[in-house]
């Protein structure tokens, strides 16, 4: 069993993704799906995904539940609702409710967006993340370095909920640095409600000339940090291919994780995001 723990899909005829913006992204400013993604990931022999939010616009939610329910691949969504609206509850209610409810299994914001590195311990938006773990949901972060720390904050706060860090937090490979976003890091997985994704690593390098050898001191410290049965792969396709095919960044997650265990990398590409996701 392998499960990609991380990918998208927009159709650009149904709504603009306002965030390909600039020639680096026009690769992606084309629709990209389920059909398209599903033989490249059956290749790399991905059984089970996971379709995380894109946009922060309402409808895109019920849109990816109706796709999960329809189709054999994903087995579980990250969605977005407004963190801060009055109703938290209900309509996390309302979303499991609707066809395909049962395959949410977490809430995003795009909090790298946030101008203010706080965001996440607003009293508004922290009501919200108690009304996600209430639900029985996690909750991915999707952050820059420097808002690690308040994502620490955060997981002290709310012990009952799980954080999901995508990416590892972006660090700054192509600049080849490694302080303080290790740090950081290290303080995040000092709490145990605490998970991260080996995911969008490719495009934080040089999209051109990255080698898994630049990738390597960054995953190591996520393992050394999270140990994997804290790890979970993602592919973050189709975001991936602006740097490599699905299959290169599988093969290079492969190839980073060698040395774990069997039982360590099964953990990595299922288990954990099985146990995190309720998959």
């Given amino acids: 069993m ?3 723990a991380h990918h998208h899909v927009w159709d650009l005829s149904v709504r603009d993704q306002d965030w390909i913006r ?5 690769p992606l400013r084309r629709n990209f799906s389920l059909a398209d993604l599903e033989p490249e990931a059956r290749a790399a ?3 089970r995904t996971v379709l995380v939010q894109t946009v922060t616009v309402a409808e895109e939610t019920p849109e990816f539940l109706a796709l999960a329910a329809g189709h054999d691949l994903v087995a579980g969504v990250v969605g977005w609702t407004d963190l801060t609206r009055p109703d938290i509850g209900d309509e996390l209610a309302r979303l499991r409710a609707l066809p395909g409810g049962a395959f949410l299994k977490g809430i995003r914001h795009q909090v790298q967006s946030e101008p203010d590195p706080q965001w996440l311990l607003r009293r508004d938006v922290q009501r919200g993340l108690t009304a996600v773990a209430a639900a029985g949901l996690a909750y991915d972060l999707v952050v820059l370095p420097h808002q690690l720390p308040a994502c620490a904050e955060a997981a002290a706060r709310l012990p009952h909920l799980t954080f999901v860090l995508d990416h590892v ?3 700054p490979i192509a600049a080849g640095e490694h302080e303080p976003w290790a740090s950081a890091l290290r303080a995040l997985a000092a709490h145990p ?3 991260a994704k080996l995911s969008g690593l490719v495009t934080e390098a040089d999209p051109a000339t990255w080698t898994t050898a630049d990738l390597r001191p960054y995953t190591d410290t996520a393992l050394e940090a ?3 049965d804290r790890l979970m792969f993602g592919s973050d396709w189709p975001v991936c291919t602006l740097a490599a095919s699905y299959g290169r960044v ?3 997650a492969r190839a980073l994780t060698a040395e ?3 039982d360590e990398r099964a953990s990595v590409f299922a288990g954990t995001a099985t146990r995190v996701y309720r998959l």
């Fill in 22 to 26: 600039g020639p680096e992204l026009k």
């Fill in 45 to 47: 022999g991905v059984d």
């Fill in 193 to 195: 409600n605490t998970v």
């Fill in 260 to 262: 774990l265990s069997d």
């Fill in 169 to 171: 937090g972006k660090p």
């Fill in 250 to 252: 599988m093969d290079t």
């Fill in 2 to 4: 392998t499960v990609d």
């Fill in 226 to 228: 999270f140990g994997p």
